[in-house]
């Protein structure tokens, strides 16, 4: 079983339109973090937010905010107003501590956001 | 900000030659992992090492070691490329609770 789920493999919208990018992870820890990353064509990963466990405050950056709901193991992306640019494929991501006391980050298979214009 | 360089863009091997892949950490992090991206399959770890001369097997170790000499650069090896292996190779840091990525190697084997 993945333990970073995104349901959502390719989504389509057109500028301006709203969309929400859906995460779903599984955990035992009680400590871990929650990250979400921007991969647009050139491949660098561009970091874009990270939650740790204990804090289930949404955060809103701009038109980009993040609901984190610890009931539901969820952690999603909502971009308002899209705009071309957002064109990219999204990739949540969980941190859970290793045998060794690392945190080594577990990704999901990512959204492909396309904003039509 | 952390900057994680890795050796190459893109890079063109043949089948059964060795590949070293190099990544180095401006800062004093411990942890540095090696991921490949495959498409539909998301980002895949390989080998993580939290220490110099430690290293830990990833999900996908197969045909691949690494080599961890100095703190800040950790290489991946591919000791005899196959064509299996064509893929974006991502190079990463991680603190207890940031991380940071390098821009990634294509690596195409023909």
């Known amino acids: 079983a993945q333990k970073v789920t995104q349901a959502q493999t390719e989504i389509s919208v057109v500028e301006k339109e709203d969309v929400t990018l859906d995460c779903v992870y599984e955990?035992?820890?009680?400590?871990?973090?929650l990250f979400w990353y921007k991969q647009p064509p050139s491949g660098e990963l561009v970091f874009l937010i990270r939650r740790n466990s204990f804090d289930e405050q949404n955060e809103i950056s701009g038109r980009y905010s993040w609901n984190f709901q610890k009931s539901t193991s969820s952690f999603n992306f909502t971009i308002t107003a899209s705009q071309v640019v957002d064109s990219a494929v999204y990739f949540c991501?969980?941190?859970?501590?290793?045998?060794?006391?690392?945190?080594?980050?577990?990704f999901g298979r990512g959204t492909s956001l396309i904003v039509h214009p | 900000d952390v900057k994680v360089t890795q050796s190459s863009r893109y890079l063109v091997k043949r089948t059964g030659e060795k590949v070293f892949l190099e990544c180095v950490q401006d800062?004093?992090?411990?942890?540095m992992f090696w991921y490949r991206q495959d498409p539909g399959l998301g980002l895949r770890l390989i080998y993580f090492s939290y220490d110099v001369k430690m290293k830990e097997k990833g999900d996908i170790p197969e045909g691949y070691s690494v080599s961890r000499e100095k703190k800040e650069r950790f290489s991946l090896i591919l000791e005899s490329a196959s064509t299996n292996q064509t893929s974006m190779y991502l190079c990463g840091v991680s603190g207890w609770n940031e991380q940071f990525f390098g821009p990634g190697t294509r690596l195409t084997v023909l």
């Open positions: 800062m004093d992090h411990e942890n």
């Open positions: 955990t035992r820890d009680t400590t871990y973090y």
């Open positions: 991501a969980l941190s859970e501590s290793t045998s060794g006391g690392s945190y080594i980050p577990t």
